[in-house]
Each structure stands twice: as C-alpha cells, then as structure tokens.
T-cell receptor
Framework: GENVEQHPSTLSVQEGDSAVIKCTYS??????FPWYKQELGKRPQLIID?????GEKKDQRIAVTLNKTAKHFSLHITETQPEDSAVYFC???????????FGGGTRVLVKP | GAGVSQSPSNKVTEKGKDVELRCDPI?????LYWYRQSLGQGLEFLIY????????KSGLPSDRFSAERTGGSVSTLTIQRTQQEDSAVYLC??????????FGPGTRLLVL
C-alpha cells in the first residue's frame, strides 16, 4: 500500500522566516495531496491541496509544490506568524480509492 | 452549516470493557471515515464508508474493532474488550464523494 514519509518531525523558525515541510510518497498512482493543520487539542483542518495535474499551487502565504517524477511534495509557509504554530500533516490519495494515507506530522513552532 | 460532530468527546473505560463511539457526518456527505491518532502521532486510517458500497475495512487493527453506518448517515465505531493500547483520539471525517475530507473534533479514549 501507500507509504508517506514526512520531514522534519519538528521545525522551529523565527517569526517572519519561511518554513518548508517535505513529504515523499511511494505509490505512483496517487494523484491528490492535501495538507492539514492541527492546532493543539483541535481537529485537523485542510489548508491547501494539490492534484497531480499541476506542479504548484499558492494561497496567500502558503504554497505547495509537487514533483511527480520524484514522488515528493512540499509545503511552504512564508512570513511565518505565531498563529502558524501547529502540527502539519501531509497526505496522499489514489484515484481509485478515497483513503488518505498521512505522513507522521511536523510540529512547527514560530518564535516571536 | 453544522460540521462533523462526535460523541462522547472523552471516554474513560476499564480494560476489557466495550465502547461505542459515534460520528454524525455533515448532512449530504456520502463518504465517512474513521482514523485513529495516538499521542503525538500521525493519523492512522481505520475504515471508510462510501455511499452504498461495501466499506473498506483494511485499516482495522484487529477483529475487536468494527464499525457500521446506518441509513447512510450516522456511524458507530465499536471496540470490544478494550486494551490499554487502544487509548487514542478517534477522529471521524466526512466528504461529498471524493472531495475534501472534513474532520470532527474527535473522541479521546483512555483505557485504564
């Protein structure tokens, strides 16, 4: 089955700096890659997603890039703010099914 | 509109007892998923229901775990003869077809 690896497991950045989280997936049939943000004690919430027919997608300070050949995708957060502190999860899904396989998560801490 | 809701929010039980966790998906959503999140860990897929199709049970860790979805709406996850390693947050999500999955707040289960 699909396997998703996520790095780093923890990331500490200074407010205003950029943060980058990387994920790799194993199944070349995967075609949908969402990113979820989970604040402490709260539910995961979708922040951005990308499908395999595009290489990059941006939404304000958040962007995601996808390299299908290398089977990896990344989340980029620019001009980080304290409210960006949370755990971020990447995930992958195959076209034929609807099950999301999640990475292990990255705990991001933005220091003021 | 109302989001995904789950009950109870917290459940403490003794080892060996059975527990039932409930999920109310977003109205009109055809798919419903259960995930498990152990402390500080990622999200582990358990089971999903899509319309009237047979559920994908491939993530259930043992035959002590079962789930049903009545009338294509509410779902109940049952854990029989609970063990301490079952302690985790159980998250439910729903989606309309293959669209974005929206998560509920989770049920925090503690097995003593």
């Amino acid at each position: 089955g699909e396997n998703v690896e996520q790095h780093p497991s923890t990331l500490s950045v200074q407010e205003g700096d950029s943060a980058v989280i990387k994920c790799t997936y194993s199944d070349s049939a995967s075609n949908y890659f969402p990113w979820y943000k989970q604040e402490l004690g709260k539910r995961p919430q979708l922040i951005i997603d990308i499908r395999s027919n595009v290489g990059e997608k941006k939404d304000q300070r958040i962007a995601v890039t996808l390299n299908k050949t290398a089977k990896h995708f990344s989340l980029h957060i620019t001009e980080t703010q304290p409210e960006d502190s949370a755990v971020y999860f990447c995930a992958a899904r195959k076209a034929a099914g609807n099950k999301l396989t999640f990475g292990g998560g990255t705990r991001v801490l933005v220091k003021p | 509109g109302a989001g995904v809701s789950q009950s109870p929010s917290n459940k403490v039980t003794e080892k060996g007892k059975d527990v039932e966790l409930r999920c109310d998906p977003i109205s009109g959503h055809t798919a419903l998923y259960w995930y498990r999140q152990s402390l500080g860990q990622g999200l582990e897929f358990l089971i999903y229901f899509q319309g009237n199709s047979a559920p994908d049970k491939s993530g259930l860790p043992s035959d002590r775990f079962s789930a049903e979805r009545t009338g294509g709406s509410v779902s109940t996850l049952t854990i029989q003869r609970t063990q301490q390693e079952d302690s985790a947050v159980y998250l439910c999500a729903s989606s309309f077809g293959y669209e974005t999955q929206y998560f509920g707040p989770g049920t925090r289960l503690l097995v003593l």
